[in-house]
């Protein structure tokens, strides 16, 4: 590239670092809040203020323009490109990237149609960011809304319409829902012990089986339990390891690498065969057990709706479903799916299903090449929780993806990109 260009650009370093992290937060809480009742009081508050001038339709495009400032971050990605990325090759890469990112937002036209070009938009303009800044600030974001959303919930200001009855004890979702408050909760714990490596004290511990505790006693997330309780069990197993000093045979270690390389193509891999292979005789052989009934629930709804949608390379999701993805042209089934991986392969076809599992394993490759070992134990982790819950591509659940372009130093190296 033009040296004269490249010095030109660099005078605008400063500015553009820190609109990334403005638009990384916007995004962040923008798409958080969307998935709260707050957004019902924002446009109570836009009509107060309009005053009759504007019609509901028009307020709802007000806001919907409002959320759709988060694509600025268009900006600092193509600087990024233009300033950061010195190997032609990685230019090409993110262009192509964004171009794929934009084809399915031209693609797909509903409510969402630009989402994986927002997380491309993310990805590239991380490129060369703190990711341990990144981790903080989601956390922070997401703390905030939890909180907000915890204390007027409760003082009944904001409406929790999504409070479930499961055994006869009541589901608290805190305005979103029981399954997706748990796992923002999970996915904080998770932030939070991969900015410290796992090396918690006694009163991490603590505080982190009381939060998983209150968890399941509040909102019954199992799958989000399930997570930090992995989490746990392996963060005392490093503890212990090195604590007594174990060393691990070269060929085992080696066996656990690839293992946990390659975890989300094989959970995906293996979750989508499973869903293929699905017959309604599976069901009555488990029927009675709870767990094992609700993952067959899990299988039969993308089962039942790959027959009726049939194959796809890009996606046919939403010619067939209602705008608010909670039903299939209504026939009295439930058709709402919960899997991460059974969505990307409806939602966004085989394209969208592979790119999923490559984004993942690309983060997962980049804590290989630094041998982060229990790093990449801890991002093994969400490929179980989105066996059955969705969030795989959401950036405000799962926000490790940005790990693929941003900076993960070792300890004290704090250079190079």
């Known amino acids: 590239m033009n040296e004269n260009l490249k010095e030109q650009l660099e005078k605008y370093r400063k500015p553009m670092d820190r609109a990334y992290y403005i638009m990384l937060v916007f995004n962040l809480l923008s798409h958080i809040l969307q998935k709260t009742p707050m957004m019902l009081f924002i446009e109570l508050l836009v009509r107060k203020i309009a005053n009759g001038t504007m019609t509901e339709g028009q307020v709802r495009l007000l806001i919907d323009s409002m959320i759709n400032l988060r694509l600025f971050i268009v900006i600092p990605a193509i600087y990024t490109i233009l300033a950061d990325m010195n190997r032609k090759r990685y230019q090409l890469v993110s262009t192509a990237f964004l171009v794929l990112g934009w084809f399915y937002s031209l693609y797909m036209r509903e409510w969402n149609d630009s989402y994986i070009f927002n997380l491309a938009l993310l990805i590239v303009a991380s490129y060369g ?53 748990a796992g923002y909760v999970c996915f904080a714990v998770l932030m939070l012990v991969f900015i410290k490596d796992g090396c918690l004290k006694w009163y991490d511990y603590m505080a982190i089986v009381i939060v998983a505790v209150l968890e399941i006693i509040l909102t019954g997330g199992r799958v989000a339990f399930l997570c930090i309780g992995l989490l746990l069990g392996g963060t005392f197993v490093k503890h212990l390891t090195e604590k007594k000093k174990w060393e691990v045979p070269e060929g085992l270690m080696k066996g656990f690498r690839y293992l946990l390389l390659s975890v989300y193509v094989l959970a995906g891999g293996g979750f989508m ?64 799916i919960d899997s991460s991986y059974a969505r990307m392969y409806l939602i966004y076809g085989l394209i969208g299903f592979v790119l999923a599992l490559a984004l993942c394993t690309m983060m997962q490759w980049r804590l290989l090449k630094k041998n982060m070992i229990f790093r990449m134990y801890i991002l093994a982790i969400p490929a179980v929780f989105f066996l059955v819950q969705r969030g795989i591509i959401d950036p405000d659940y799962n926000v490790f993806l940005l790990l693929i372009a941003a900076v993960l130093p070792e300890k004290g190296d704090w250079s190079g990109r």
């Open 129 to 181: 960011k703190d990711f341990h800044k990144i981790l903080r600030y989601s956390i922070r974001s997401i703390s905030v809304v939890l909180v907000l959303c915890m204390i007027l919930t409760s003082l009944k200001i904001l409406p929790s319409h999504y409070d479930m009855v499961r055994n006869g004890r009541v589901r608290h979702a805190f305005g979103m829902t029981p399954t997706g408050f």
């Open 273 to 336: 065969t499973l869903v293929f292979c699905y017959r309604p005789e599976f069901y009555d052989m488990i029927k009675g057990n709870g767990l094992l009934e609700s993952f067959a629930g899990r299988l039969e709804v993308p089962n039942r709706l790959t027959k009726n949608l049939g194959f796809s390379v890009f996606g046919n999701y939403y010619t067939q479903y209602y705008q608010a993805e909670h039903s299939f042209n209504w026939t009295g089934e439930y058709n709402f």
